[in-house]
């Protein structure tokens, strides 16, 4: 009997098969989707340039983990 696949796992494969525009487009709309505000989002992604110190080459063993 075939797996039967999760609704994360159909919504990621859906993505995938979105070509760039379009999943730019999708990101636009997400939090909306996830019951989130733009604000919220922005933050998170704001936040993410305080973790660039560790994108480095000394510290690329630990990308494994």
């Given at each position: 009997?075939?797996p039967?696949m999760?609704?994360v796992?159909a919504?990621?494969?859906a ?9 730019v ?12 505000s733009?604000?919220d989002?922005?933050?998170l ?11 480095n080459?000394?510290d ?5 983990l």
């Open positions: 009997m075939k039967v999760s609704a796992q919504i990621t494969a993505v995938e098969r979105l070509d760039v525009r379009e999943q487009e999708l990101l636009k709309e997400l939090p909306r989707h996830l019951k989130i733009q604000d989002a922005a933050w992604k704001l936040s993410e340039s305080a973790l660039d110190f560790w994108d080459s000394e690329a063993i630990y990308d494994t």
